[in-house]
């Protein structure tokens, strides 16, 4: 699930910036509106379950954060779940199979959420049968909500509001313990879950990732994808809050002056896209561990078991004072980036047959704010 919300952080240097300027910025241009629905989920006042479960499940990680969810509120009690087709990545996830991930996390969220008010979450998957190649119109999920008091609440669900996928450089002292990555990998409930920490193998993967990443960068169709998502300053980002959303001090006093150009980073020559790719590697650098996440085919129901157990895994993560932060590249299907997975199921052992979903860094990173997010109700298409 790509991201470059770090991506020219720091281009151009400091020096661009008055002393006091980054408090000025975090005063009056820090996009806060469109982070509202992290600190508004469950809290708007509504008693419907539904809408409820709704305003925690939009809080989902999700690929290039483009929250492709829509819900039909239209049959009592029930929640139709669909996929927005504006919002598919048609370069780099051509199958739609990160989207349909993307769609797991958010109904892992919306069961968590609703058996906190004592719901129980009836979850049918592709009623109207799995689309083949690409999704298409028919439902993701039918979720019907069923009161029932003794529902098991889900311990995770205590963690979603400071859950986070944190790209940011990771604390390269501190090692993460077998343990924690054990215990990380047994929350998932489908998938099939390995790690490591030994740093050769660390340092290897390291590599692996980051040339799969610079392959996504270099070729135009993907590197375009990304960059027609960019949300650079506050205005952009509050207006569009999906996408990869640059905010910043540095950022803004580069968009100010014109300096920030979306030509320039698809240029491969030009200082703008060097500089972008040292700050997008230098996280990679240091990832502590890794995790990845298998399962035995690629049917929709199985990305969608994919996406619940990664949510859930990051979930566990964050209880521990643990970031992750996923490194999708190398799992992508544009023929570019052929070679690259061929590397990457070789370096995991992934069998023959079994399809590799989820590949992850984690480590002790930096706090960071949450993703801006679309409010729960512009997503429902039919109430």
């Not at 980054?22 to 509202?36: E, K, M, S």
């Not at 479960?53 to 954060?65: E, G, M, Y």
């Not at 047994?186 to 050769?200: I, N």
């Not at 929709?300 to 994919?306: E, T």
Request: proline share 8%; aromatic share 6%.
């Amino acid at each position: 699930m790509t991201s470059r919300r770090t991506v020219l952080r720091i281009l151009g240097g400091g020096a661009i910036l008055a002393a006091g300027g980054a408090g000025l910025w975090a005063a009056t241009r820090d996009p806060v509106a469109a982070r509202a629905p992290w600190a508004q989920a469950g809290r708007d006042g509504t008693t419907d379950p539904r809408r409820r479960a709704l305003s925690f499940a939009v809080l989902a990680p999700n690929p290039h954060n483009r929250q492709p969810w829509l819900a039909d509120l239209s049959v009592p009690g029930e929640i139709g779940l669909f996929c927005d087709p504006e919002r598919r990545l048609p370069h780099t996830d051509p199958f739609d199979r990160q989207v349909t991930i993307g769609l797991g996390c958010f109904l892992e969220l919306l069961a968590q959420a609703a058996a906190e008010d004592g719901h129980r979450a009836d979850i049918a998957l592709f009623p109207d049968g799995e689309p083949d190649a690409r999704l298409d119109d028919r439902p993701v999920a039918r979720v019907r909500l069923v009161p029932d008091p003794g529902v098991t609440r889900d311990p995770l669900f205590a963690w979603v509001l400071e859950r986070r996928s944190n790209k940011e450089p990771y604390d390269t002292a501190r090692p993460v313990a077998a343990a924690d990555l054990a215990a990380i990998a047994a929350v998932a409930r489908q998938g099939t879950v390995a790690f490591t920490a030994d740093s050769a193998r660390v340092a290897e993967l390291r590599a692996a990732a980051w040339a799969a990443s610079l392959t996504e960068m270099t070729t135009r169709e993907t590197a375009r994808e990304s960059i027609d998502l960019l949300r650079i300053g506050r205005a952009e980002i509050e207006a569009n809050p999906d996408g990869i959303a640059l905010a910043g001090p540095g950022i803004e006093a580069l968009d100010a002056a014109g300096l920030l150009s979306r030509t320039a980073l698809l240029d491969p020559a030009s200082s703008a896209f060097a500089q972008q790719a040292a700050i997008l590697k230098a996280p990679i650098d240091t990832a502590m561990a890794f995790l990845w996440l298998a399962t035995p085919g690629n049917s929709r129901s199985q990305q969608i078991g994919a996406g619940r157990d990664h949510v859930r895994m990051n979930l566990a993560a964050t209880a521990r004072g643990l970031a992750m932060h996923p490194l999708s590249q190398a799992l992508q299907e544009f023929p570019a980036m052929r070679p690259h997975a061929v590397r990457m199921r070789a370096d995991l052992a992934i069998a023959p047959g079994d399809t590799l979903h989820m590949f992850v860094r984690l480590g002790y990173g930096p706090p960071v704010r949450p993703s801006p997010r679309w409010p729960y109700g512009t997503r429902i298409r039919t109430a």
